[in-house]
């Protein structure tokens, strides 16, 4: 039976490894002419690839369920027409209540795509002959009904007076047949009996008439009648044709990638040799088992990058941010595993038993830190918006695609390793003869005696952190100020340092990029409001060293911020409510409610710490700093939950340790596990940061703020908050209820003795 399974094993990691190569050469060379490398089908967002986005506000009075129709209906709309341009990765997102954001990466015709996506939807009705009918002035509202006659679903349309009028007129003609020159939305011939509708001069009907139609509604059917979906999507698309609210232009842009010209590639490379890092760090710590590790790692990229690319997701820099993320995570999930299976080798059991123990006592743990992160992510997904909503997604897949091949991929060559004859032996799972492991850090380190000490840290950053914003504010960036724009072209190829250091005497503090391929076309932002003479002298010193005309400025105006308080407060709200959630589930798997609430207490003395950290070294504040933020919520968590488990756990185990003993040894236990997997994170982005451009730098500054304030937490702060909510009168609950439970032992076994006495 054992070489059965053994068998069957070899043969699915066969199966494994095939997929494992075979994936990642498609990766770059892709599949003949159709089918792109994953770098062609990627999707990618503004901040990566540039492009055009508009805000957009609904003017309006309606409110509460009218105002998300309208809002439903205008963003139905809009995506169609931004997908008739040819944009398939534009992104349309209702934001607050009554605006509404367009993206639209890779558009190089700002203003004509601003005026097509700005303007009024276009509803017309036609008669077969071209003639314009009526508009969508006349349509007062559409919906479906269920169709009794001919089964599935139709379509009703109601009309104002005047458009009832006009509709009369046409059906009559309609009925009477008129010459046909037009097509479906198939591309064939429309009846002669026809009333063509058209949504922005596309055909998205073509029904026949039978009668003349003198009434304020009409039906559309079919036989055979329309499924739900189809009568939904044309029933909205007529209903948007009389949109009753217009829309008004509420800031619009023109965006290169803000990571810089060229960053893209230059960020592949860097994240390749971050990932070159953590594979060879994880067979240097784990031998035989870190390259098993190594190859559930590689099939756990593939898997969370394909399926992005499979969905149409758009990878944006936070989405960067969620992938960074969730390999630490995925490392993690391995390191817990081969950490629990190494020490119960050293207890003294088999390889193969201690594989098998090994993965039942981490399993719980993997679930449970991997599961609290999903939590948060899923929360930040559905009540997030744009860049919050990039982060969440790209960490939801990866967390999942981290628990499956930790779980069955590494379990799966783990167990072959195991069972082999050659490798089935201590030193080939990084644990010596002498029965100590490979690299053997033993810890022991007072952090409930020392908690004092650790909380007078925190407060100090924090309260210094609090003075900083108070005296001095917050150092906010030009994402969350707006500014002053020019957009120059400079006749010649130039470097973005070398026009930095031509206007540093105005001291601006701009960001600059590129507007076209060829490196001659810059954007220049800066956060200060320049008046027109200002403008002026900046334009003056560039005319100087470069000798472009006064036709080569393009542009020179006031812009808006593109994080407003809708995105900010949006943020915040998805943060609390993960927070609640994570809190819940929490107590739900540990039993206890001061599990949840020292881990949340963690979540927002990391979150005050980095505003503080950015407070007192005046880091500018722009939108990477949200996806910082976000990293503080997964990662806190996650590491906080995998100490916590080994507490629940050697509570169960260790009865007669005292609270704050058994607190430090679960600490102790695991922070060989918080290192290696905070250096592995780490170890992903100092590539990034050494070799990307300066845009990008700033974006991962966030990001190490967060690992280094998440580590530092779920470590010197989390445990000993859960120490000081547990004890009483310097007993340990979990301590006083164990004793408790002696003493009802005791009483029990005393009192069976007395009755086996007298039955003697």
């Known amino acids: 039976m054992d070489s059965k399974r053994t068998g069957r094993r070899k043969v699915l990691a066969v199966l494994v490894i095939i997929v494992l190569i075979a994936s990642w050469v498609i990766s770059f060379t892709g599949v003949g002419d159709k089918f792109g490398n994953l770098g062609k089908q990627l999707k990618y967002g503004l901040d990566i690839n540039g492009g055009v986005y508009v805000l957009l506000e609904a003017d309006t009075k309606e409110t509460g369920t009218e105002l998300t129709a309208i809002m439903n209906q205008t963003k139905s709309v809009l995506e169609n027409r931004v997908n008739a341009m040819g944009i398939s990765e534009a992104q349309v997102s209702i934001e607050g209540t009554n605006r509404i954001r367009v993206e639209m990466p890779g558009v190089e015709d700002a203003e004509a795509a601003i005026k097509q996506i700005g303007r009024t939807a276009q509803l017309q009705f036609y008669l077969p002959d071209n003639t314009l009918a009526l508009t969508g002035e006349g349509i007062s509202d559409s919906q479906i009904a269920t169709d009794t006659e001919n089964g599935g679903y139709k379509i009703t349309i109601d009309f104002t007076n005047e458009g009832s009028n006009l509709f009369a007129e046409a059906t009559e003609k309609a009925v009477a047949g008129v010459e046909s020159t037009m097509t479906d939305e198939e591309g064939n011939p429309v009846s002669e009996n026809a009333i063509v509708i058209a949504l922005d001069d596309e055909v998205i009907s073509a029904p026949t008439v039978s009668e003349k139609i003198n009434s304020r509604s009409c039906e559309i059917t079919r036989p055979g009648g329309f499924t739900e979906t189809e009568a939904s999507q044309l029933s909205a698309l007529i209903r948007g044709g009389a949109l009753p609210a217009n829309l008004t232009e509420i800031n619009s842009s023109v965006q290169t990638a803000t990571i810089g010209a060229n960053a893209l590639q230059l960020s592949v490379k860097a994240g390749a040799i971050g990932l070159g890092l953590v594979l060879v760090l994880m067979v240097l710590a784990y031998g035989m088992l870190g390259l098993v590790a190594d190859a559930a790692l590689l099939l756990y990229v593939q898997l969370v990058l394909w399926i992005m690319a499979g969905i149409g997701s758009v990878l944006t820099l936070p989405g960067i941010a969620g992938i960074i993320l969730s390999i630490g995570m995925a490392v993690d999930s391995n390191v817990i595993i081969f950490t629990r299976i190494r020490e119960e080798i050293q207890k003294g059991k088999t390889i193969r038993v201690a594989v098998d123990t090994g993965y039942h006592a981490a399993l719980s743990t993997v679930v449970d830190s991997q599961t609290t992160t999903l939590v948060a992510a899923f929360v930040l997904y559905i009540f997030g918006t744009t860049s919050v909503k990039g982060f969440a997604l790209t960490l939801m897949i990866g967390t999942v695609m981290s628990v499956i091949t930790a779980v069955f991929i590494t379990q799966l060559f783990v167990n072959l390793l195991a069972e082999s004859k050659k490798f089935g032996h201590n030193k080939y799972f990084g644990i010596k003869e002498d029965g100590t492991p490979r690299f053997n850090w033993k810890w022991n380190v007072k952090f409930i005696e020392n908690r004092k000490k650790f909380y007078a840290i925190s407060a100090c950053v924090i309260i210094i952190g609090l003075g900083f914003s108070l005296v001095k504010g917050f150092n906010y960036g030009i994402d969350f100020t707006g500014g002053t724009m020019m957009q120059i072209e400079l006749g010649q190829e130039v470097t973005i340092d070398e026009v930095k250091e031509t206007i540093a005497e105005y001291d601006l503090d701009p960001t600059i990029v590129y507007a076209t391929d060829n490196n001659s076309q810059i954007i220049i932002r800066t956060i200060k409001d320049l008046k027109s003479d200002e403008r002026t002298a900046v334009v003056d010193t560039l005319q100087e060293k470069y000798g472009f005309d006064d036709s080569d400025v393009l542009a020179s105006e006031e812009f808006g911020p593109t ?198």
């Open 563 to 760: 994080v407003g308080k809708d995105l900010r407060s949006n943020a915040i709200k998805s943060i609390i409510i993960a927070a609640i959630c994570m809190l819940i589930y929490i107590r739900f798997r540990f039993k206890e409610w001061t599990y949840g609430l020292a881990a949340v207490a963690g979540l927002a003395h990391d979150v005050l710490v980095t505003l503080s950290i950015y407070a007192i070294f005046r880091i500018t504040i722009n939108n990477p700093f949200i996806a910082g933020i976000l990293t503080v919520v997964g990662y806190s968590i996650n590491d906080t939950i995998v100490v916590f488990d080994r507490i629940r756990e050697n509570t169960k185990f260790y009865k007669r340790k005292q609270g704050a003993q058994l607190i430090n040894d679960s600490i102790n236990q695991t922070l060989s596990r918080t290192m290696m997997t905070s250096l592995t994170t780490l170890f992903s982005m100092v590539p990034l940061f050494i070799m990307a451009s300066s845009e990008l730098r700033a974006f991962l500054i966030p990001l190490m703020i967060g690992v280094f304030v998440g580590t530092y937490s779920s470590v010197f702060l989390c445990s000993p908050l859960f120490y000081e909510l547990t004890k009483k009168n310097g007993i340990s609950k979990y301590e006083e209820n164990r004793q408790k439970a002696e003493r009802a032992r005791n009483r029990s076994s005393k009192k069976r003795r007395e009755d086996e006495g007298i039955r003697l």
